[in-house]
């Protein structure tokens, strides 16, 4: 981030807190004081109000201004001043900032009136401009925003009960009679405790949303922000909890050491406020910032978890061991915590079961690198395929070929290739792979070839590897996603297979006279599945109603994958089923019945919706 | 590594989400596709992008064979904001770059380029 983006972040940190405040001190008057108060901080918390609609009104439209001149790219007073007003009125931001600014300006209204049902309407309106805040980031353009919107809405609100409520609290813990106090703390509990298990809940689908998952977390920036927020989040509800445990008791009695209790009920609750400020900061430059499932992440840690031991029989032996050995430690300490009278004794038969077995927890983690994570970004295509053919040929066929090179390297058909992550297979291309001792098993490409050559490399190596194993059997294990193939359907430009809709397709390589694809051609000539023409022209124009390939690289890569000769090739048949996975080939001189019998296997036996090629291969 | 350390990297294994949906606008879809050959220049450019975009503040420049930048209008929106179409003119044969700068509607700046080919 620049300075110019930590400054907007600022203003957009400043004008959310403005408004958490503002909402939260209208809940509190609502919710927490008692109705018929007018003891002197409650004046005081209504100055609060003020001063935080009045905050929040500033730092919105400077927050405005400040996106605007990024959006337009002003470089002067005068092309912001320019900016503001197009993206005010012509973009879906300037449209939600714009309204909820006048939701702040309305606001005024009903706080000039200090009459309860006003309020009422005071934190309605408030409550309307907090819940806007989905518009105006990740998740109001996410893909999956009906869901998400309403949950990050409530996430705002209830941070606002809580959040926004701790700064009148801490007023009226300073300010007002000990009893009054005692009692307002004890009123904040409940909404303390709402605000925070509906800030909790709504925050896992928004994480998986955004994070996606702990590489994004511990490998991007993104997610260190949100560790940073998570752990102030944890101090804050530490905080709450040792004032209302601990404090908030002491504060009600009677007895000496409730001013002590004053003291450090204010010093906790302003430390619990900081904290709450610093979140929303946080929060402030996540929103700023790509989201953590969007990047490559980088991986920190030189190890990463890993399930692959349980494939293997004598190591899964010791991993049932150690689950039966971590399943009873588990019962024993829910033992200890129900027994209570026994829990020294079942924490320490815990410890003695487990122990003997926690060096097997080493079979859970394997070597890892920054890039173990980071994704292909080739989508793999057909054209990638074909480049990485092309490179593999001028680059490893030497060593990884028995065919045309050595063949002395390592087997790049072998089926464990399947079983490493496709960011591992980046990481030994781009640095080379050495033995235990360190010497040079294979020199390092990133300086020679880019990275989009690196995963197109990754992606040939795949196909030819599956389609080793396709030749001899027909059919494709691991399942492999039918790679992306531009199309011309009727003359209609289609970018992949998947924009075909979900049902079954029948992808025929043309090139055998014996085996015409136009047999196969035509409405209703195999009923529920679909028939693509693999061309070898790009230009190839469709007859009517037909479908074909439209990239002049797409007949090669099938073939790949089929792992069949280019002379065999033609009059092949693929058949990728409705979920959009390769599942079955069909040699040229396969009959319609044949054909009608190997679509019926692909649909009474789907792959399932969580399966994977293996264990690394992500796109 | 201790025990602890173990423990809390299985239930993070155990735990883990897959990565969903994106939230900046990146390149979906385009017409004509992405390194792709056309017999014939298309009568317009489309690109699909993976979220909302704001027209306004997109820019599309087409580069012909050349290098040099072919005059095209600028873009409109169509299909629920996520599409921008730009009119070709008549595109001699050789091949194109297209360059896309687009403000995704959470106001986040993306681009990219890519080529096609018009041609036998």
Redesign the interface.
């Known amino acids: 981030m620049d300075r110019y983006e930590i400054a907007t972040a600022l203003l957009r940190g400043l004008h959310v807190a403005a408004l958490l405040s503002l909402f939260g001190c209208l809940v509190f008057r609502r919710c927490v004081v008692p109705k018929g108060a007018v003891e002197p901080p409650l004046a005081a918390v209504d100055r609060i109000t003020v001063v935080s609609a009045v905050l929040a009104l500033v730092a919105g439209g400077a927050w405005l201004a400040a996106?605007a001149g990024?959006?337009?790219g002003a470089n002067g007073i005068a092309s912001l001043l320019a900016a503001v007003p197009?993206?005010a009125r012509?973009?879906?931001?300037g449209n939600f900032v714009c309204a909820r600014l006048l939701l702040l300006v309305a606001v005024f209204v009903p706080l000039a009136l200090q009459d309860p049902r006003a309020r009422i309407a005071a934190l309605l309106i408030a409550g309307a401009a907090l819940a806007l805040q989905p518009m105006?980031?990740?998740?109001?353009?996410?893909?999956?925003r009906e869901i998400l919107i309403p949950i990050e809405a409530a996430h705002l609100l209830a941070a606002g009960a809580w959040l926004g409520g701790l700064l009148p609290l801490l007023l009226c813990v300073v300010r007002a009679p000990q009893p009054l106090a005692a009692k307002l703390c004890d009123r904040f509990t409940p909404v303390g405790l709402v605000a925070v298990g509906t800030i909790a809940v709504t925050a896992l689908p928004q994480?998986?949303?955004?994070i996606?998952?702990?590489p994004?977390l511990f490998g991007t920036q993104y997610g260190h922000m949100a560790l940073i927020k998570l752990g102030l989040f944890c101090l804050a509800l530490g905080l709450a909890c040792i004032n209302r445990l601990l404090l908030t008791p002491r504060l009600g009695s009677r007895h000496l050491g409730s001013g002590s209790a004053r003291r450090a009920l204010i010093g906790s609750i302003a430390i619990e406020a900081t904290a709450g400020l610093c979140v929303v900061l946080a929060a402030a430059a996540m929103a700023s910032s790509?989201?953590a499932?969007?990047v490559q992440p980088v991986w920190p840690f030189a190890?990463r978890?890993?399930?692959d031991a349980w494939d293997e029989p004598e190591l899964r032996e010791e991993l049932e061991r150690l689950l039966i050995a971590a399943a009873c430690g588990l019962v024993l300490i829910g033992i200890s915590l129900i027994r209570r009278r026994f829990r020294f004794l079942a924490a320490g038969i815990a410890l003695i079961v487990?122990?003997p077995f926690?060096h097997s927890?080493?079979l859970?983690?394997v070597e890892a690198f920054p890039t173990s994570y980071a994704?292909s970004t080739t989508g793999f295509s057909v054209?990638a395929i074909s480049r990485g053919q092309t490179l593999f040929g001028e680059q490893c066929a030497i060593c990884h070929d028995p065919q045309t090179g050595s063949g002395r390297a390592a087997d790049l058909t072998a089926s464990h290739i399947w079983g490493h992550l496709d960011g591992d297979l980046f990481w030994w291309i781009t640095n080379g792979v050495t033995d235990p001792e360190g010497a040079a098993l294979m020199p390092g490409f990133g300086s020679m070839l880019s990275e989009t050559d690196l995963w197109a490399l990754i992606d040939f190596i795949h196909a030819r590897n599956v389609g080793a194993h396709a030749a001899d059997s027909g059919k494709w294990s691991p399942p492999v996603p039918a790679p992306a193939t531009?199309l011309n359907c009727d003359g209609d430009?289609i970018?992949?297979l998947a924009?075909l809709g979900a049902h079954d397709l029948l992808v025929v390589a043309e090139g055998n006279p014996a085996a015409p694809v136009s047999a196969l051609t035509g409405p209703g000539s195999i009923p529920g599945a679909e028939t693509i023409r693999l061309t070898h022209d790009?230009?190839t124009?469709p007859g009517e109603g037909e479908c074909v390939t439209?990239?002049?690289t797409a007949w090669e890569a099938w073939r790949v994958l089929s792992g069949v000769s280019r002379q065999r090739f033609g009059g092949y048949r693929a058949i990728v089923d409705s979920q959009g996975w390769l599942r079955a080939w069909l040699p040229p001189r396969s009959g319609r019945e044949q054909i009608l019998a190997a679509v019926r296997d692909v649909n009474d036996h789907p792959i399932a919706a969580d399966a994977r090629p293996a264990s690394g291969h992500r796109h | 590594?201790t025990?602890p350390i173990?423990?809390v990297?299985?239930t993070?294994?155990l735990?883990?989400?897959?990565?969903?949906?994106?939230?900046?606008?990146?390149l979906?879809?385009?017409?004509?596709?992405?390194?792709?050959?056309?017999?014939a220049a298309p009568p317009e450019l489309t690109l699909r992008f993976?979220?909302?975009v704001?027209p306004?503040?997109c820019t599309i420049e087409l580069l012909g064979p050349s290098g040099a930048a072919v005059s095209v209008p600028a873009p409109k929106a169509a299909d629920d904001g996520q599409m921008l179409v730009v009119a070709l003119p008549k595109l001699p044969p050789g091949t194109y770059t297209v360059v896309w700068h687009v403000?995704?509607?959470?106001?986040?700046?993306t681009e990219g380029r890519y080529q096609f080919t018009i041609g036998?």
């Open positions: 996106v990024t959006i337009a197009l993206v012509h973009t879906n931001f105006l980031g990740h998740i109001g353009a996410s893909s999956v994480a998986g949303e955004l996606g998952g702990f994004g790509p989201p499932a969007h190890w978890p890993s399930l487990f122990v926690a927890l080493d859970l983690l994704h054209s531009p430009d970018g992949s924009e790009a230009g124009v439209a990239a002049s | 590594m025990a173990r423990l990297l299985l993070l294994v735990l883990a989400v897959p990565p969903r949906a994106w939230a900046h606008a990146f979906a879809k385009a017409s004509p596709p992405v390194g792709s050959q056309m017999p993976t979220e909302g704001e306004l503040f403000t995704s509607v959470d106001t986040h700046k036998p």
